[in-house]
C-alpha cells in the first residue's frame, strides 16, 4: 500500500499525465464471479482513495490519472452490465463520498484480458470464437483498452500466427461491426438494463461486506478474500465437471480422444539461450557500473524504506546507478519483510 501510494504521489507532482497504477485483474482469473471481481476491484481503489486523501492529496489531483484491469469471459450480457454497473457505482463514490468536482475525476477509465481461464486446451481454435465473443461484449461495455489472448495460450506463448490472430480479433470488431462508433450500444435494452441494475446491487452488498470488515487491505490480511476466491473457483470446476456450466469442446459436444491427444498446432518454443543471456547481462551491468554508487544508492533507499516519507525519489537513484529490479526488491523486503499467506483456510 505504500509504495502504491507513493508512486501515485510522486507522478502526479512530477508527470501530471502519467497513469501510475492499474488496479486489480487478477480476481476473476482466479475465480471469483464477475460481481465479485468489480466488488474486490473497486474495494482495492477506495483503499488507496482513502490513503491518498489521508496524505492531503484532493481526489481532483489523482483520481483521472487511476485506470483499472478485468478480465472478461464469454457469459456476453453479465460483463456488459458488470463494467456498465462498475461505472455507476465508480462515479458516485468519487463524487459524493470523496469530493472529486471533475468528471475527468469520475470515470472508470479500464483495460482488459480478454482470454485467461476461459480459454481451453481442448480443441482450442475454438478459442478465437471465445475471444471474439469476449472482444465484442468489452466493446458494447464501453472498456477503453483490451488485450485479446491468443488460442494456444494453455500451451505456450503465443506464436507469431495465433498473435496476429489474436490482434486480428480486435480489429475486425472495431472496424467490421462498427461498435465503436456508439458510446453505449446496448442502452436502452430491457434485459441490459435490468441486469446492470442487479449486477450493481450485487456488487455493492459484496462492497458492503469488504467494508465491514475494515476494508480490503484488512480483508487480505485476514485470508478472508482468498478464501472466498479459493471457493468460487472450487465451485466453478465442480460445476464444470458435473456439466452445470457448458464449456463446448470440454464437457458439451467433446469430440472423443480428443482431451488426451496432442493438438496439430505450431507451439512456440522457449530459447534455451533466453536465460543465460538474461544472465549475462546483469553480471555486465554489475560488472561495468560504479559499485560505490550501488551501494550507497541502496543504502540510502533502506534508510528512506525504514523512514515515512515518500521512497520513489531513493528508488529512482538506485536505478540511476544502475541497481538491479533484485536487488531494490531486496532492500525493500529486508525493511518491510515479505508477504506470507494466511494459512488458516
Known amino acids: 500500500?505504500?509504495?502504491?501510494?507513493?508512486?501515485?504521489?510522486?507522478?502526479?507532482?512530477?508527470?501530471?499525465?502519467?497513469?501510475?497504477?492499474?488496479?486489480?485483474?487478477?480476481?476473476?482469473?482466479?475465480?471469483?464471479?464477475?460481481?465479485?471481481?468489480?466488488?474486490?476491484?473497486?474495494?482495492?481503489?477506495?483503499?488507496?482513495?482513502?490513503?491518498?486523501?489521508?496524505?492531503?492529496?484532493?481526489?481532483?489531483?489523482?483520481?483521472?490519472?487511476?485506470?483499472?484491469?478485468?478480465?472478461?469471459?464469454?457469459?456476453?450480457?453479465?460483463?456488459?452490465?458488470?463494467?456498465?454497473?462498475?461505472?455507476?457505482i465508480w462515479a458516485q463514490l468519487l463524487r459524493d463520498r470523496y469530493g472529486a468536482k471533475e468528471p475527468e475525476s469520475w470515470r472508470l477509465r479500464a483495460a482488459c484480458v480478454c482470454g485467461g481461464h476461459s480459454l481451453t486446451r481442448a480443441e482450442p481454435l475454438n478459442n478465437i470464437a471465445r475471444t471474439t465473443l469476449e472482444t465484442f461484449a468489452?466493446?458494447?461495455?464501453?472498456?477503453?483498452?483490451?488485450?485479446?489472448?491468443?488460442?494456444?495460450?494453455?500451451?505456450?506463448?503465443?506464436?507469431?500466427?495465433?498473435?496476429?490472430?489474436?490482434?486480428?480479433?480486435?480489429?475486425?470488431?472495431?472496424?467490421?461491426?462498427?461498435?465503436?462508433?456508439?458510446?453505449?450500444?446496448?442502452?436502452?435494452?430491457?434485459?441490459?438494463?435490468?441486469?446492470?441494475?442487479?449486477?450493481?446491487?450485487?456488487?455493492r452488498t459484496v462492497m458492503d461486506e469488504v467494508e465491514s470488515r475494515g476494508g480490503m487491505v484488512e480483508c487480505l490480511r485476514q485470508g478472508f478474500i482468498q478464501q472466498r476466491i479459493a471457493q468460487r473457483a472450487y465451485e466453478h470446476q465442480r460445476a464444470v465437471e458435473k456439466g452445470e456450466v457448458a464449456v463446448?469442446?470440454?464437457?458439451?459436444?467433446?469430440?472423443?480422444g480428443e482431451a488426451h491427444r496432442e493438438p496439430d498446432l505450431e507451439i512456440e518454443q522457449a530459447s534455451p539461450e533466453a536465460a543465460r543471456d538474461a544472465a549475462d547481462r546483469v553480471r555486465r551491468v554489475k560488472s561495468s557500473r560504479d559499485a560505490d554508487s550501488a551501494r550507497s544508492a541502496l543504502r540510502r533507499l533502506s534508510d528512506a524504506a525504514a523512514g515515512s516519507g515518500n521512497v520513489q525519489p531513493s528508488i529512482r537513484e538506485a536505478v540511476a546507478a544502475y541497481c538491479?529490479?533484485?536487488?531494490?526488491?531486496?532492500?525493500?523486503?529486508?525493511?518491510?519483510?515479505?508477504?506470507?499467506?494466511?494459512?488458516?483456510?
Open 1 to 88: 500500500m505504500r509504495l502504491a501510494c507513493d508512486l501515485i504521489e510522486d507522478t502526479v507532482q512530477r508527470l501530471p499525465r502519467m497513469n501510475p497504477i492499474s488496479i486489480a485483474s487478477h480476481y476473476r482469473d482466479a475465480g471469483a464471479t464477475p460481481a465479485e471481481e468489480m466488488a474486490y476491484t473497486l474495494s482495492a481503489a477506495r483503499a488507496y482513495v482513502e490513503e491518498l486523501l489521508r496524505r492531503g492529496l484532493p481526489a481532483d489531483r489523482f483520481a483521472p490519472r487511476l485506470s483499472f484491469f478485468f478480465y472478461t469471459y464469454t457469459n456476453f450480457f453479465e460483463e456488459v452490465a458488470k463494467y456498465r454497473a462498475g461505472r455507476r
Open 324 to 345: 538491479t529490479v533484485g536487488e531494490i526488491a531486496s532492500v525493500l523486503k529486508a525493511r518491510f519483510g515479505e508477504y506470507q499467506p494466511p494459512t488458516k483456510f
Open 248 to 256: 463446448v469442446g470440454v464437457n458439451k459436444f467433446a469430440t472423443v
Open 138 to 203: 468489452v466493446a458494447c461495455a464501453g472498456v477503453q483498452s483490451v488485450f485479446t489472448a491468443a488460442y494456444d495460450e494453455a500451451f505456450a506463448i503465443p506464436t507469431e500466427l495465433s498473435a496476429r490472430t489474436a490482434l486480428r480479433v480486435q480489429q475486425v470488431v472495431a472496424y467490421e461491426t462498427e461498435v465503436a462508433q456508439t458510446a453505449d450500444p446496448l442502452g436502452g435494452s430491457f434485459f441490459v438494463e435490468a441486469l446492470t441494475d442487479e449486477m450493481e446491487k450485487s456488487i
